[in-house]
């Protein structure tokens, strides 16, 4: 039976077995992975060009992407990153750009979700630099604190939203009222038939409001 889906966890990132190993697998589809804290990385920059043909979806902490998938990792059918444990400071932040700034992998990704943003982080700015060099992104998921600093970028970036067709916000303690305004700014300049908005498991939000919310004009 072919495997299609690998989940890493260890807390020792050997960079070129865990390349190796994926590129044995060339029917695989996903990749995650689950660092526990603390975690070290034995990095090297000594591969031969590796091709992952079918690897559409990654699931990684922000501060290991570049590293795990430097430029002689060759990712032609990536449509969807999800940035987990996100801290968004400086480095973390030139990791993203590094990551896209290699092959087509700026233009490819289609979906992006972000998770695990620290409060000390809310800033629209980091979600505009996030969010700015994906010209092919149409579908967003926000997850945790970074639902509001997401949104918050949506509103005040409209070249960012006006390409999207989904922002899904989700597990997250956003209030009613704060996703109520953030939504309300959007709809001033973006219809609901060109952006759609989905609400789910926030745990402040009833079913009722977050339909308030998704139904808003």
């Known amino acids: 039976m072919a495997i299609s889906v690998v989940d890493f966890t260890q807390s020792n990132i050997d960079v070129r077995s865990i390349i190796l190993f994926l590129?044995?697998?060339?029917?695989?589809?996903?990749?995650?992975?689950?660092?526990?804290?603390?975690?070290?990385?034995?990095?090297?920059?000594?591969?031969?060009?590796?091709?992952?043909?079918?690897?559409s979806t990654i699931i990684i902490p922000l501060a290991v992407i570049d590293v795990l998938f430097t430029r002689e990792v060759n990712l032609p059918?990536?449509?969807?990153?999800?940035?987990?444990?996100?801290?968004?400071?400086?480095?973390?932040?030139?990791r993203w750009k590094g990551f896209l700034s290699i092959m087509k992998r700026r233009q490819q990704i289609?979906?992006?979700?972000?998770?695990?943003?620290?409060?000390?982080?809310?800033?629209?700015?980091?979600?505009?630099?996030?969010?700015?060099?994906?010209?092919?992104?149409?579908?967003?998921?926000?997850?945790?604190?970074?639902?509001?600093?997401?949104?918050?970028?949506?509103v005040e970036q409209r070249s960012l939203s006006t390409r999207l067709k989904e922002v899904n916000v989700s597990q997250s303690d956003v209030t009613f009222l704060q996703l109520y305004d953030e939504v309300s700014k959007l709809r001033k300049f973006i219809s609901p038939t060109s952006?759609?908005?989905?609400?789910?498991?926030?745990?402040?939000?009833?079913?009722?409001?977050?339909?308030?919310?998704q139904n808003l004009e």
Do not use: M, W
């Open 23 to 55: 590129d044995a697998l060339p029917t695989v589809t996903e990749v995650s992975f689950s660092l526990p804290y603390p975690y070290t990385i034995d990095g090297d920059g000594l591969r031969s060009p590796i091709v992952l043909p079918n690897l």
């Open 195 to 213: 952006l759609q908005i989905r609400i789910s498991d926030c745990f402040n939000i009833s079913s009722i409001e977050a339909e308030r919310v």
């Open 110 to 154: 289609t979906h992006l979700t972000v998770s695990g943003v620290s409060a000390i982080e809310l800033s629209p700015l980091i979600g505009k630099i996030l969010l700015e060099d994906l010209p092919s992104l149409s579908h967003l998921t926000l997850q945790g604190k970074a639902a509001i600093f997401g949104l918050k970028a949506l």
């Open 77 to 94: 059918s990536l449509t969807s990153v999800s940035l987990l444990y996100c801290d968004c400071g400086y480095s973390n932040l030139e």
